[in-house]
């Protein structure tokens, strides 16, 4: 099922990363200067984290699959705090660049990057949320049993938020300096 | 005779009776997937109703040359909510009632995977088109057409809010139909009764299969499409605007990648309908199951190749245009290859002229007209000529009406007897068959002409040339025909349902698993089914000298 | 194609182009092949109606479920239809939509809801009403001011979008002299239907002189209701939107006037251009055309006369 849900936002998501490289790197006005505001180095650390966090989530996977519930809860809070750390980095890059005046409403590459990097947010929060309730699970004893699929499900989404990102950072970050160079 | 107790609810507690005694607060409340079913379809005929009220608003505007019934303000936020309704609160809530009560049963199942995600499928579409309409009480509805291009549908050119609730009641009715996909592709996957191999199950459960995954991956470009128009409205962001480095041809390239994907969607379903009715009332297996089943895999993978096709107009180029004239024309292919399929169906059978028969071979002409109009529209410079006028109006009414409309009425009179236990009137049924098809054609026939002579379409009033005033009249005319059959349908649902002939299991002699459980079941479908062999189990039940899965038909 | 044409004055199929000729020539084609299509498939159908009926005693039919050569049939016969085609489509699109070479001889900017017309060779500007010379490959380059519109007259073949922030083209060869007349063919808001096109395809020296009579500057007004409306048009601001060539009227927001009624018809096509209709439509915009751009001045009668005067003059 949740794999259906992950099938129909990768077209959501097609959808905006079209729009953004037609209008970034194709449009009549080439968002170069901008481009040149982003800070990869930084984002790159918080690209880290999130990944960790996919790490960190398959690590209170499989204590959940061998039984150690007490491991699942410690790496679920790790995951949720790895996530909001990502979400604080997201926040930050947002801020700097507003302060820049490079906004929503300033420029094609404003509307495109807020757009896709907002959405992608979106989904992570999403995500901490559900991460969250199934601590909340966890901590109720719902998962004494080994038999929910509960945890794998949630897990697939948290991958595919994180498998999304890797294509936006790339796009939206990576490329341009291999354009410039 | 091998019999078992499908998957899932064997653990289930008998539970047989609904709970009859809270009536509304038990339908409200309800996660039985007939129930929703029902609710699903109710919607679909109330929008009906309206969507059809509005048709005959325009057409009453349209009947003289220069008519001043309809502002012109009044008349495009009525023509955006007649394309809008149709589309979205009419065909999909059908498509999902017919599907949700149907197939469990043709799969022999108990109820779908995940029935309280059906229930709020059903009320988030509910509300997402009760905010649509809300739009008419907050100020005037949309009024830049169900397609609100660019850069019209921008807050400068749109400054009041029917656009903002255009964007947001799809974007919620668009959550109700992913849901309720995704219900359907689980629960054909894991609830097939044992026996039941995916090539075997029933041609309208193939449809919806196929059908979900379209709205699964066409959808998310709509929802795209429908956020970033809502950014530049809300919060002045420059998707669309040109004179901000904005491209007005994004929207056309976002809305048309859901947009052609979505009439497939309308229509697959009647496909399968059509496909059921087709076998059981020729006495004869659907001709080549596989064709119709790999055809329709084949439309939808293609369906997302051919978007451009409503842009042809646009200046994209000749290499771009050639590309997509192709690749249209191509999806001609499996579509004309169904319509032989049911020919050969009936060829050698033995034909009952049931009222769904009636409108299965009404169905086969007008979608042989149809197609062949949209062949003509793949073919660019006809393209060229005729777009946006009143030639292409007559065509995607042909398609829509002649073709998924027909659908749904034939899937009403098929199964009103699985769903109350009674026979659908047959005289009213009549009555309503003729008044429609001859309106109907009557309607839109003409409006093939009125294109040829340069009526453009969208347009609120037309001057006086010759000849235009006369077609309108008559299309107008063909309009009130379908209006008063419409009257006559809902007489003889509303008669039916207390006086109607009482129906037993399988009135219709028919072969597939849904007429092997009681008319109107309760909240367990079946306790037994027999084990699933071919493609036709009670073929198999009522002729066991002679069953499929012995000859070389399966 | 004329048996064909049971139409009446103006048509699709009436081509008056070579561009429309080239594309009906496929339009027959394919309605031909349609037609008979179309005829052996509902024959085929009421003939299996009536033979293959459902009578009382009839036995089981044979449950025939698939026959491989008639599935090949099927599959065959639309693939080589549209084979054939696609290759005549794929003609035509290059022979009637070519690259756009040189300087357009006329460039049509769409408005909500009116045309604005520029010849680049004269600097002729006019509205609406588009006079064009036949026998000639005219290039027709095409702006839009707002959103998307669409401009189109049947006889003379393709239809082209209006696309802001697009420069669209046609070639466009008329091969008919005559008055046509067609529509913007892109929903463009409230007054779409009123967004008309005429088209008075002249031959050479008609075409030069209404050239030239739109090359000279605006009359000057020769009485004094005139030149009271005059002075009214500028100081009310009329100038502000409309230009009339030689004075300081330069905008192009609404028609340009300079010449306002040599036209035929005003409002893009919705009212023949008279006096009447003048004082009606400045006396109240809103009424005549609703949600149109003119504001409504809330003029005197006296002041719409004098000003309905002046334009009278501007032939």
Redesign the interface.
């Known amino acids: 099922m949740i794999k259906m849900l992950v099938f129909t936002e990768v077209f959501f998501f097609l959808s905006l990363i079209m729009a953004y490289v037609y209008m970034v790197y194709y449009g009549?006005t080439r968002s170069t200067k901008e481009l040149q505001a982003l800070h990869i180095s930084t984002t790159s650390l918080f690209t880290l984290v999130l990944l960790g966090s996919s790490l960190t989530f398959y690590i209170a996977e499989r204590n959940y699959l061998k039984g150690n519930i007490k491991q699942l809860k410690t790496w679920l809070i790790i995951t949720i705090i790895l996530g909001a750390i990502f979400l604080v980095g997201q926040g930050n890059e947002y801020y700097r660049l507003i302060n820049e005046q490079i906004t929503l409403g300033a420029s094609i590459f404003g509307t495109n990057f807020f757009t896709l990097t907002g959405f992608h947010g979106f989904h992570v929060f999403v995500g901490l949320i559900l991460i969250s309730i199934l601590l909340t699970m966890a901590f109720l004893g719902d998962f004494k049993d080994k038999n929910s699929t509960v945890i794998q499900t949630i897990g697939i989404y948290w991958h595919f938020v994180d498998a999304v990102w890797i294509v936006v950072f790339t796009i939206v970050y990576v490329l341009p300096l291999t354009l410039n160079a | 005779m091998d019999e078992t107790i499908p998957a899932p609810f064997q653990n289930m507690l008998p539970a047989k009776v609904l709970n009859r005694d809270q009536k509304l607060l038990q339908w409200i409340s309800s996660v039985d997937h007939k129930q929703i079913g029902i609710m699903y379809l109710l919607l679909s005929l109330l929008f009906l109703v309206i969507g059809g009220g509005e048709a005959l608003l325009m057409r009453t505007q349209l009947a003289i040359p220069n008519n001043h019934f309809l502002?012109?303000?009044a008349y495009?936020q009525i023509f955006t909510m007649h394309g809008t309704t149709m589309v979205f609160l009419v065909a999909m809530p059908a498509i999902f009632g017919f599907g949700n009560y149907m197939v469990p049963l043709m799969i022999g199942a108990n109820d779908m995977a995940f029935p309280r995600l059906n229930a709020f499928s059903f009320w988030i579409t509910f509300f997402g088109g009760g905010l649509l309409y809300f739009s008419f009480l907050a100020g005037g509805g949309p009024?830049?057409?169900w397609f609100n291009?660019?850069?019209?549908n921008e807050y400068n050119?749109s400054s009041r809010q029917g656009i903002d609730y255009f964007a947001i009641g799809l974007l919620l009715s668009g959550i109700g139909s992913v849901g309720g996909s995704i219900n359907f592709i689980v629960t054909i996957l894991n609830f097939r009764a044992k026996g039941m191999r995916l090539n075997q199950v029933p041609l309208f459960v193939w449809m919806i299969f196929v059908n979900s995954f379209l709205i699964l991956a066409a959808f998310p470009c709509l929802n795209a499409a429908l956020a970033m128009i809502e950014m530049d409205r809300q919060f002045h962001a420059h998707f669309f605007n040109?004179?901000s480095g904005g491209?007005?041809?994004l929207w056309q390239h976002l809305f048309w990648l859901f947009g052609h994907p979505e009439v497939y969607i309308a229509m697959l379903p009647s496909f399968g309908i059509f496909s059921e009715v087709f076998q059981t009332f020729?006495?004869?297996?659907?001709?080549?199951?596989?064709?119709i089943a790999s055809s329709s895999v084949a439309i939808a993978l293609l369906s997302f190749g051919v978007w451009v096709h409503h842009m042809f107009?646009?200046?994209l180029g000749?290499t771009v245009?050639?590309f997509f004239?192709?690749s249209s024309?191509?999806i001609?292919?499996p579509t004309?290859?169904k319509?032989?399929?049911w020919?050969?169906t009936?060829?050698?059978?033995?034909?009952?002229?049931s009222i769904p028969m009636m409108f299965a071979?009404a169905f086969?002409?007008q979608f042989?007209?149809g197609g062949?109009?949209g062949?003509?529209f793949?073919?660019?410079?006809?393209d060229?000529?005729?777009?946006?006028?009143y030639f292409v109006v007559a065509h995607f009414h042909y398609m829509f009406v002649g073709g998924a409309v027909f659908g749904l009425f034939a899937g009403l009179f098929y199964w009103f007897p699985k769903m109350t236990g009674r026979m659908l009137d047959e005289k009213l049924g009549k009555w309503f068959f003729w008044l429609f098809t001859i309106g109907f054609n009557t309607t839109f026939l003409i409006q093939h002409?009125l294109?040829?002579?340069?009526?453009?379409?969208?347009?609120?009033?037309?001057?006086d040339?010759?000849?235009y005033g006369t077609m309108n009249f008559i299309s107008t005319i063909g309009a009130f025909m379908m209006g008063i059959a419409a009257i006559v349908l809902v007489i003889a649902i509303m008669k039916s349902r207390k006086n109607g002939v009482v129906a037993g299991k399988d009135p219709w002699d028919a072969v597939t698993l849904e007429w092997y459980c009681d008319p109107s079941p309760d909240r367990k479908n079946f306790d037994k089914i027999p084990l699933v062999k071919s493609r036709r189990p009670l073929w198999d039940l009522k002729h066991p000298e002679?069953p499929?899965w012995k000859?070389k038909?399966n | 194609m004329r048996f064909v044409t049971i139409?009446?004055?103006?048509?699709?199929?009436h081509s008056a182009s070579t561009q429309?000729k080239?594309?009906n020539k496929?339009?027959g084609i394919?309605t031909i092949a349609?037609v008979l299509?179309?005829l052996f498939?509902?024959s085929?159908?009421i003939y299996?109606?009536i033979r293959?009926?459902?009578?009382p005693g009839?036995p089981?039919?044979?449950?025939?479920?698939?026959?491989n050569r008639?599935?090949l049939l099927?599959?065959l016969f639309?693939?080589v239809m549209?084979a054939i085609?696609?290759v005549?489509?794929?003609r035509?699109?290059?022979r009637?939509?070519k690259p756009a070479r040189g300087q357009p001889d006329v460039i049509i900017t769409g408005h909500?809801w009116w045309w604005e017309v520029y010849y680049p060779a004269t600097g002729v500007t006019a509205a609406n009403e588009i006079h064009l010379p036949v026998n000639r490959n005219l290039l027709i380059e095409f702006h839009s001011a707002?959103?998307?519109h669409?401009w189109?007259v049947?006889e003379f073949?393709?239809?082209?979008?209006v696309?802001?922030?697009?420069n669209?083209?046609i070639w466009l060869n008329i091969t008919n002299a005559g008055n046509y007349?067609?529509?913007?063919?892109?929903?463009?808001?409230?007054?779409?239907?009123w967004m008309?096109i005429r088209v008075f395809a002249e031959e050479e020296p008609a075409y030069q002189t209404w050239l030239d009579a739109n090359k000279k500057t605006a009359s000057i007004p020769s009485d004094e209701l005139a030149m009271r409306g005059m002075i009214l048009f500028q100081s009310a601001s009329c100038g502000s939107c409309h230009r009339i060539s030689g004075t300081f009227s330069k905008a192009n927001i609404g028609p340009d006037l300079s010449h306002i009624f040599s036209r035929t018809t005003m409002l893009s096509?919705?009212m023949p251009m008279n006096e009447k209709n003048l004082h009606a439509w400045i006396s109240d915009p809103q009424l005549v055309k609703?949600?149109s751009k003119m504001p409504d001045f809330i003029f005197s009668r006296d002041s719409v006369n004098a000003i309905v005067h002046y334009l009278t003059q501007l032939k």
């Open positions: 009549d | 502002s012109p303000e495009n009024d830049a057409g291009y660019a850069p019209l050119y040109s004179a491209s007005a041809l020729s006495r004869k297996p659907i001709f080549s199951y596989a064709i107009a646009v200046g000749n245009n050639s004239a192709a024309m191509l001609a292919i004309g290859i319509v032989f399929s020919v050969a009936m060829y050698g059978g033995s034909i009952r002229f071979i086969l002409i042989t007209f062949l109009t062949v003509a793949a073919i660019v410079p006809i060229w000529q005729l777009t946006d006028t002409v294109g040829l002579v340069g009526m453009p379409r969208r347009v609120f009033t037309y001057p040339l010759p000849g002679n499929d000859s038909i | 139409f009446f004055l103006q048509s699709v199929l429309a080239e594309i496929l339009f394919f349609a299509l179309l498939v509902s085929l159908i299996i109606c293959f009926r459902d009578k009839n089981i039919p044979v449950q025939i479920g698939k026959n008639i599935e099927m599959f639309p693939t549209i085609f696609l005549l489509t794929i035509t699109i290059n009637v939509m909500q707002d959103v998307v669409d189109w049947p073949g393709n239809k082209m979008d696309v802001p922030g697009k669209n083209h007349v067609g529509a913007c063919s892109e929903f463009c808001g409230a007054e779409h239907a008309r096509g919705m609703p949600d």
